[in-house]
């Protein structure tokens, strides 16, 4: 979908963003949140710094005005706030705000703040609006928040500090300022986007999958096996036992010195250990990424690592690490193929990603479970009511006949 082309400006100077790392100013800005109508919400978290990932900052984007006061959200009638979790406490009052249902968040690409906030406080989000989200609705390319930043209001956002350390203390300045760019703009991308929805006739849809973002759950991750490693399938038989054993110290290692396992041992290394199998310190030298600093500090431990994998058996590789798809009859994949058909046309003459109609993972539910009727349908996860009585009459027509009528 084509759009008039903006014209940019000059992004005007903004204040300070205001700390918040005290219990006190904590409370100053509940007091100052508390009843306002929308907040802008971003967080950072370390997880390319920790064996166990934490939100290490969370910046909040509020109207200017005390609550109450009508304030158009535009750049100059708003207040940056950035909440050090690492310093403070206990954070409730902030969870309570934006589970209440009567303040809108908004975010950009949602899940993921959705998910790490209930992960380390419990936090549940609603009436969520996802910037993100909504510029595919619109069918909008180029959806990254960088982009989108300097498309709209001639921002520039510095995204090196995306790969900071969040964790350290005291941030950097760039680390601030990066971090209030990425919610000073929300709330003014936001009314523009709600302007555009209302124009195509698409904020029902927007509102109804915002709806499902607050369904969503954390689920603790997977365990890592050394099956997910990238260069397994050129690991001979041979090599496996040393690999595995070698893999997992590399994982307990990481985990007992909270680092990120890539950054203790990387996958070359890791390969070459199980392939050339050092036996002195001085050996070690020549494995890829292995520092003379960390041969001195584990180099021991490595080799110890190596010699047990020896004498274990090779560990037997998975039949398939892809995941099956739900139990489909030959009946079922012909109804999913025509729903699949039919889902790419009608995205495609909407101007938007597939996935924006049904998902792979949806229609393969769909086709299983052939609901026959509008309740059924909207109970299958991903679908609900907007999906339901949009698409459901042309949905229960494949599922009836197996092609298109």
């Known amino acids: 979908m084509t759009r008039p082309r903006r014209t940019k400006r000059r992004p005007q100077a903004i204040a300070p963003p205001q700390l918040v790392q005290s219990t006190a100013e904590f409370g100053q800005f509940l007091r100052h949140v508390s009843g306002q109508p929308w907040l802008a919400l971003d967080t950072e978290s370390d997880s390319l710094f920790r064996y166990a990932p934490r939100v290490c900052l969370i910046q909040i984007t509020a109207p200017a005005a005390a609550a109450g006061t009508q304030s158009l959200p535009e750049p100059a009638n708003v207040v940056d706030?950035?909440?050090?979790?690492?310093?403070?406490?206990?954070?409730?009052?902030?969870?309570?705000?934006?589970?209440?249902?009567?303040?809108?968040?908004?975010?950009?690409?949602?899940?993921?703040?959705?998910?790490?906030?209930?992960?380390?406080?419990?936090?549940?989000?609603?009436?969520?609006?996802?910037?993100?989200?909504?510029?595919r609705i619109l069918g909008r390319q180029g959806i990254g928040l960088a982009k989108v930043l300097h498309e709209e209001f001639g921002v520039v956002s510095d995204k090196k500090m995306q790969r900071t350390n969040w964790g350290q203390r005291p941030l950097t300045q760039q680390q601030l300022t990066y971090a209030q760019i990425d919610t000073h703009y929300l709330p003014a991308l936001r009314a523009r986007q709600i302007r555009s929805l209302e124009e195509t006739g698409r904020r029902e849809?927007?509102?109804?999958?915002?709806?499902?973002?607050?369904?969503?759950?954390?689920?603790?991750?997977?365990?890592?096996?050394?099956?997910q490693m990238k260069q397994i399938r050129s690991v001979e038989e041979r090599d496996l036992g040393v690999l595995q054993a070698v893999w997992e110290w590399r994982e307990s290692f990481a985990e007992?010195?909270?680092?990120?396992?890539?950054?203790?041992?990387?996958?070359?290394?890791?390969?070459?250990?199980?392939?050339?199998?050092?036996?002195?310190?001085?050996?070690?030298?020549?494995?890829?990424?292995?520092?003379?600093?960390?041969?001195?500090?584990?180099?021991?431990?490595?080799?110890?690592?190596?010699?047990?994998?020896?004498?274990?058996?090779?560990?037997?590789?998975?039949?398939?690490?892809?995941?099956?798809?739900?139990?489909?009859?030959?009946?079922?994949?012909?109804?999913y193929e025509a729903l699949r058909q039919w889902?790419?046309?009608?995205?495609?003459?909407?101007?938007?990603?597939?996935?924006?109609?049904?998902?792979?993972?949806?229609?393969?539910?769909?086709?299983?479970?052939?609901?026959?009727?509008?309740?059924?349908?909207e109970k299958i996860p991903s679908v609900g009511r907007w999906k339901a009585q949009t698409y459901g009459a042309k949905v229960f027509s494949l599922l009836r006949n197996g092609h298109e009528s």
């Open 343 to 377: 889902r790419t046309k009608t995205a495609a003459a909407r101007g938007v990603d597939p996935d924006i109609v049904f998902s792979n993972e949806t229609l393969q539910q769909i086709s299983a479970c052939r609901p026959a009727t509008l309740a059924e349908l």
């Open 81 to 135: 706030f950035l909440i050090d979790p690492l310093r403070l406490p206990k954070l409730s009052g902030l969870g309570e705000l934006l589970a209440d249902g009567t303040t809108e968040v908004i975010l950009h690409a949602a899940e993921n703040d959705i998910l790490t906030l209930q992960r380390d406080f419990d936090f549940r989000l609603r009436k969520i609006y996802d910037t993100q989200l909504a510029a």
């Open 205 to 227: 849809e927007a509102q109804a999958a915002f709806r499902m973002l607050e369904t969503i759950s954390f689920r603790p991750p997977e365990p890592r096996t050394l099956w």
């Open 256 to 335: 007992q010195v909270n680092r990120p396992p890539f950054k203790v041992l990387g996958e070359n290394a890791l390969v070459y250990l199980s392939q050339k199998r050092p036996r002195t310190l001085a050996s070690l030298r020549a494995v890829p990424g292995l520092s003379e600093r960390q041969a001195r500090w584990f180099g021991r431990e490595l080799l110890a690592a190596v010699r047990e994998g020896e004498q274990l058996p090779a560990p037997q590789r998975p039949a398939s690490v892809r995941k099956p798809d739900p139990a489909l009859t030959a009946a079922a994949k012909k109804r």
